[in-house]
């Protein structure tokens, strides 16, 4: 489904992305783990073009995606939730969501869709008049989340959506992903710190060291591995 293809990705003199290459195939998780700085959020935004690779490529379904705006990649069905949320604060959840249906017309099918966050996520139903910057953290997450799901992704890129979370809720919001990729077939782009949690949930994985994807495999068996065990689980 998307083929990330020997990109080096830039910041003026820094190279933060040297040769990154990945694929991900149609109704897997895919988590991309490493330590902090090692090139993860730049890879996701790569892929949808808010930091363009210097060179490479990035096919969708054998497509190149570079250079598309982004209203075009949610068309496509590839639709993003940043790190940090980024809800719009003084908006209420409901119209968050609506937000996250813009490019939609199909008034029941949105409708059926709101129905459906409010209901994997019952707490946003109970706050859907409330504004999105009085939400907790997690809420806020969960809100994130949502939005997203409204423009109806086939892929669907998280960036750290653990992050600053108590570990329950991230149980919790990690249950609600696995939930999204078995109803729905969304393929997942996992990023995240949380490698213990992410392994936990995705199909595969890729570890990423200074810029460059240093190891692959199952998720199953990067959590076995001895230099992931140490590195990455703190065991
Ligand atoms: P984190 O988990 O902390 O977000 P990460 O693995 O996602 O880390 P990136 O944020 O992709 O890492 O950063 C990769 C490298 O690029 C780092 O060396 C970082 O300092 C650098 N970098 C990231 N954003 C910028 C920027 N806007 N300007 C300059 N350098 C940047």
Redesign the pocket.
């Given at each position: 489904m998307l083929e990330v293809r020997r990109i080096q990705t830039c910041?003026?003199n820094?190279q933060?992305l040297k040769d990154v290459s990945l694929e991900i195939f149609e109704g897997e998780i895919i988590a991309l783990i490493?330590?902090?700085?090692?090139?993860?959020?730049?890879?996701l935004?790569s892929v949808c073009g808010l930091t363009p690779p210097r060179s490479g490529d990035v096919l969708f379904e054998g497509q190149s995606i570079l250079g598309l705006a982004p209203e075009r990649l949610v068309a496509k069905g590839i639709v993003q939730v940043p790190?940090g949320r980024r809800i719009f604060p003084n908006m209420t959840v409901l119209e968050n969501l609506e937000m996250g249906a813009y490019l939609r017309q199909d008034k029941a099918g949105i409708n059926q869709d709101l129905d459906y966050v409010m209901k994997i996520f019952p707490i946003l139903a109970q706050r859907r008049t409330q504004v999105g910057g009085t939400l907790s953290g997690g809420e806020q997450q969960m809100l994130a989340i949502s939005r997203a799901l409204m423009a109806r992704p086939r892929l669907l890129l998280l960036d750290?959506p653990s992050l600053g979370l108590a570990p329950l809720v991230i149980k919790q919001i990690f249950d609600i992903i696995r939930k999204i990729n078995q109803e729905n077939k969304t393929t997942v782009f996992l990023?995240e710190?949380n490698a213990n949690q992410a392994l936990k949930l995705a199909h595969r994985g890729y570890v990423?060291e200074n810029?460059r994807i240093t190891l692959t495999d199952t998720a199953a068996n990067l959590l076995d591995n001895e230099q992931v065990r140490k590195a990455y689980l703190g065991l």
């Open positions: 910041y003026g820094i933060a490493g330590a902090n700085g090692a090139g993860k959020t730049t890879t935004m790190e750290e990023v710190q990423m810029g």
